[in-house]
């Protein structure tokens, strides 16, 4: 499962699965440990790497070629910031813990026999 993210003239499918966090700890050469601390220290350039590798991940689940470069990325933002945001926002959610149960997010309550 992916989700979609415009960037510039065009939609994207982006995901932040394992997959997309091993290309982009190693082509930032920091571990798993360091990710967890992205929010505080990301740099413009951390960012659109991320994003691109986001895109990678997405474009193979949804076997589409990746036709989106890094420079691509950083002159999209040019026009439009928001782009980081939102891909920080899908980011966040595919790490965020699912919730089991009913729809309002709490666990389901045993029935009593």
Not at 24 to 43: S, V
């Amino acid at each position: 499962m992916y989700e979609v993210l415009k960037v510039g003239k065009e939609v994207y499918p982006i995901r932040f699965g394992m997959n997309a966090l091993r290309k982009y700890t190693k082509r930032q050469n920091i571990t798993l440990g360091e990710l967890g601390n992205i929010g505080e220290t990301i740099t413009l350039d951390d960012a659109c790497v991320l994003i691109l590798c986001g895109i990678e991940d997405g474009c193979r689940k949804a076997k589409r070629d990746v036709t989106i470069t890094v420079e691509d990325i950083a002159d999209a933002l040019d026009d439009d910031m928001t782009i980081v945001e939102k891909a920080m926002e899908i980011f966040t959610e595919a790490f965020a813990p699912k919730n089991e149960g009913n729809s309002k997010g709490g666990a389901k309550t045993p029935r009593k026999k």
